[in-house]
């Protein structure tokens, strides 16, 4: 099954506009988009293609005017209030381009927050403090920083921080990992440990959307979906699939070099 079916998606905005003038924007045109268990698509297209509509929708943030978004099989289009913020806490774990860390705690309380708020079903027992511990510390693990838990965001490198960010995303075992732009604030190197990282998570399983506008990132998942003034109007397998982790090393020794010829061109 699916994690994710959307079937004629639309979502349309009316704004005033002189004389009482109704104006209608058609943000998205009838979409129809879905991934199954263990994808990585990355969603590309121009500014004013509708991208930041489909993730906003994608991630429960907003509802379509019209058509049926099905997540793990929950119908959204038409769930209330409470059972959006349940999917969003329970199903979706969201990486954001500027971290969005709270920058008076620790990496490992960051990593607790959506266990502290998680929302139980009627079935479920709440999870003590112990567990909220133990679960942050085995995500944070995951993703390389068992020796940074205790550091402040401000003690972490821009790449350590997005690392603090991923493993909140999947610290409740989310359906998907839902990234909008998440190396748009790092340089090539934090860049490619990032992608390397995403790599590693969807060869365990994961589920990955990731929202770019750089086509040599969209070259390391495995699907690339393209939108153009509110339509899908390309889907298709990334057939020369990039190694995120071949590309760190190249560019370590690239580095390496350049910083050996340095001092001799100066001389």
Request: aromatic share 6%.
């Amino acid at each position: 099954m699916a994690v994710i079916e959307m079937r004629g998606i639309k979502r349309e905005y009316r704004m005033e506009g002189k004389q009482d003038e109704t104006i209608i924007v058609r943000a998205l045109r009838g979409v129809d988009f879905s991934a199954e268990k263990g994808e990585f698509v990355s969603v590309m297209g121009p500014s004013g293609s509708g991208k930041s509509t489909l993730m906003n929708i994608l991630g429960c943030l907003d509802k379509p005017s019209s058509g049926t978004y099905t997540l793990d099989g929950i119908e959204t289009s038409k769930s209330n209030t409470d059972t959006l913020a349940f999917i969003r806490n329970r199903k979706i774990g969201f990486v954001f381009q500027s971290f969005n860390l709270l920058a008076r705690t620790t990496a490992l309380e960051n990593v607790e927050l959506p266990l502290f708020y998680r929302r139980c079903e009627k079935t479920e027992k709440k999870i003590n403090a112990q567990i909220r511990k133990d679960s942050a510390m085995t995500a944070l693990k995951e993703v390389g920083l068992g020796k940074r838990m205790d550091h402040f965001p401000s003690q972490l490198s821009g790449g350590q921080q997005q690392r603090v960010a991923i493993a909140r995303a999947m610290v409740n075992d989310p359906a998907f990992i839902l990234a909008d732009e998440p190396t748009g604030n790092l340089d090539t190197g934090m860049t490619l440990e990032i992608m390397g990282l995403f790599q590693e998570l969807n060869r365990q399983g994961k589920t990955i959307i990731m929202v770019t506008h750089e086509p040599e990132l969209a070259a390391y998942t495995k699907r690339i979906i393209t939108l153009r003034d509110g339509e899908l109007v390309a889907d298709k397998e990334v057939t020369d699939r990039r190694n995120a982790q071949d590309d760190l090393e190249q560019w370590k020794k690239e580095h390496a070099l350049l910083a050996e010829q340095a001092p001799t061109e100066a001389a």
